[in-house]
């Protein structure tokens, strides 16, 4: 009888023991493969993701700690980068119901070509940071999905080699150093290789302070050039072979706008300029004659504004009243992000840190489907707001609130 008595009593105990437990954060935790609720969870292929953050974390914990804070970083106390995010929120969307809304199409004419869709792929520098195949990966990807591409200045890959991977023109981010020289050496190269627009990036020309890398560093000490070799080193990167690059450094805080007007004269193809963020700058860039802008604050990597690159796209937009493309980058991450953007009259929206994470994670896997996701995510909203086509998507569908 006691006998019986202590099975049943253990029993219960037992299972209100598997009740609490199947209950309990910990049951979620095993569920979902986290170690703890806590913390991210770390996908194991490209396929699980649900959205593109979930790449940042596969990424954090693959590079090191330098590295990753190198794509993480923004400025001073990182609060544009922080701006970037919230500035979305900012603005609410307003769908339009019973639309007929079952053949979808993404596509956008710009700068003389058609593109598949508006996402773009940002210039981001040293990829060999965050993995191996560098460049190649990102434009065996941008190939894969027909997403455009823009290359920067300082790649680890030669021009040529990504061409061949991507198999389309792509775009060619500009550093102008204090050289005029090397500019025209830089421009006239990216033509030959084939690029059909070059972008020249004014925001970076008075140095900028990134704390959240240099503190990384001090505890993450090794060479990076151990990682990376042998481009590390801004002149010895492979778009700079050939040119006398003796001394020079990125920046060129002698740039104004008779140099764009001078280096707009000098270029073949279009010409854009990357990195404004305010109506006056917009206007002069209109009577620069130039061909386009992207509204950019190089994801919060230069100028500790403390407004998000969102915030700053309806002035520039009022300013340009239409007379060129205005295309924007800074937090995008969410399909919502980007119609947002496309509603407040941008014509395209470049993304950098997710497809890196994409690319640290997984290398071209992990860049394909980041660029899918955001499509895939775009496409999704564009048919909740009732819009079939670009065109379609209007002012009316946002409102700021
Ligand atoms: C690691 C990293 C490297 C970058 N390198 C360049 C560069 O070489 N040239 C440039 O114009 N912008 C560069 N950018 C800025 C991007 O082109 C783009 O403006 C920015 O990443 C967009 O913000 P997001 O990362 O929040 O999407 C870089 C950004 C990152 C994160």
């Known amino acids: ?51 593109v953050l979930e790449f940042e974390a596969v990424a954090k914990q693959k590079l090191p700690p330098a590295h990753f804070a190198y794509m993480a970083t923004g400025v001073d106390d990182d609060a544009t980068l922080r701006a970037n995010r919230a500035g979305f929120d900012k603005f609410k969307l307003r769908p339009r119901r019973l639309v007929d809304v079952r053949d979808l199409d ?32 990102v434009a065996k990807a941008a190939g894969a999905t027909k997403t455009q591409m823009m290359l920067s200045t300082v790649t680890n890959t030669k021009i040529e080699d990504v061409m061949r991977a991507v198999a389309s023109p792509i775009w060619y981010q500009l550093y102008a150093t204090q050289r005029w020289e090397v500019t025209e050496q830089l421009v006239r190269h990216a033509e030959q290789a084939g690029a059909t627009v070059i972008a020249l990036t004014i925001d970076t020309n008075s140095g900028r302070r990134t704390d959240t890398l240099e503190r990384a560093k001090r505890y993450d000490t090794r060479q990076c050039s151990a990682c990376h070799t042998p ?18 450094t990125t920046g060129n805080p002698g740039m104004d706008w008779k140099f764009v007007d001078k280096l707009r004269r000098f270029t073949k193809v279009k010409f854009i300029l990357k990195g404004l963020e305010t109506a006056e700058d917009a206007r002069l860039a209109v009577d620069a004659g ?22 700053c796209l309806p002035e520039v937009i009022e300013a340009v009243e239409g007379r060129m493309p205005v295309l924007i980058d800074g937090g995008f991450r969410r399909g919502t992000d980007i119609f947002k953007a496309l509603a407040l009259g941008a014509s395209a929206v470049c993304v950098g840190r997710p497809y890196l994470w994409g690319l640290a994670s997984f290398g071209q896997p992990g860049v394909e489907q980041v660029l899918r996701l955001l499509r895939t995510e775009l496409e999704l909203i564009m048919r909740q707001c009732g819009t079939r086509t670009l065109a379609d998507i209007k002012p009316a569908h946002v409102m700021r609130g």
């Open 290 to 311: 130039v061909d386009g802008l992207i509204v950019s604050n190089h994801g919060a990597r230069a100028t500790e504004t403390g407004r998000g690159t969102i915030e």
């Open 1 to 51: 009888m006691i006998d019986t008595l202590f099975r049943v009593t253990r029993h219960d105990s037992r299972r209100q023991f598997l009740q609490w437990l199947a209950a309990s954060p910990l049951a979620a935790a095993a569920q979902t493969n986290s170690p703890s609720p806590n913390e991210p969870y770390l996908l194991k292929s490209p396929q699980e993701a649900i959205n």
């Open 231 to 248: 481009t590390y080193g801004f002149n010895r990167k492979p778009m700079f072979d050939g040119i006398d690059t003796e001394g020079l």
């Open 106 to 137: 993404t596509k956008r004419t710009l700068f003389g070509s058609t593109l598949e869709c508006p996402i773009i792929i940002a210039p981001t520098g040293n990829q060999m940071a965050f993995h191996p195949q560098a460049e190649l990966a």
